[in-house]
């Protein structure tokens, strides 16, 4: 019996190939660890947050995520800015974001998401997500190469890619600087995000076990 599973899609994220490479060119490889929870198979209109989890593993380094100066590129490769997400997220979203730090020995875990996914509750005042990272529907309603783009990526043809661009800043725990050393002060990490369409053969009860 086949399932109804709708659109859905697959996100993918090959951290050691992308991320853990460009670590290593910096110098970062045994200081830093950047890793994402996905589930894998979304519905078309998710993801709308990355869990994210940023691990200081060296021994006298301080490292801050700069939320402000990281951005997310969505499938029309647009910049937009990072929003650390919160349970009851109330504040004005253009109020600048206090850097998280992470101390040696230590991982932050958070939820992350675009600027302009957010939509504010009239009577509760709260902002959620309310749009994709990624809006694949959204296509549909734009120009003719935005619906031919559709058209592909629901038939097969292409696939999409988003990134996160995360900005970290990164000092000696001991003195917040970070001088003679050949640990870059200012990092930015580039993380990619691949998205491709599952086919209908992927409700066959044998292929959703793979």
């Not at 504040?91 to 230590?106: E, M, N, T, Y």
């Not at 990272?133 to 629901?154: E, R, T, V």
């Amino acid at each position: 019996m086949v399932d109804s599973i709708g659109d859905r899609i697959k996100v993918e994220c090959d951290a050691r190939k992308t991320i853990t490479e460009q670590l290593k060119r910096q110098n970062l490889e045994d200081k830093l660890e950047i890793s994402f929870s996905l589930k894998g198979i979304y519905p078309i209109d998710e993801p709308d947050t990355l869990f994210m989890n940023v691990k200081n593993k060296s021994e006298n380094l301080a490292i801050y995520v700069d939320w402000d100066n990281s951005s997310i590129a969505g499938i029309d490769q647009r910049s937009r800015r990072v929003i650390r997400k919160s349970p009851d997220l109330v504040r004005d979203l253009a109020v600048p974001q206090i850097p998280s730090l992470i101390v040696p020995g230590r991982t932050l875990k958070e939820s992350v998401t675009a600027e302009d996914v957010f939509k504010r509750d009239k009577e509760t005042g709260t902002y959620s997500p309310a749009l994709p990272i990624a809006n694949i529907p959204g296509l549909q309603k734009g120009g003719k190469l935005q619906k031919k783009q559709y058209m592909d990526f629901m038939s097969g043809k292409i696939d999409f890619e988003f990134s996160l661009d995360l900005v970290l800043r990164i000092a000696e725990a001991t003195y917040g600087v970070n001088q003679g050393t050949n640990i870059p002060l200012v990092c930015i990490v580039n993380c990619p995000f691949k998205i491709k369409k599952l086919p209908w053969t992927y409700a066959l009860p044998w292929n959703r076990k793979k």
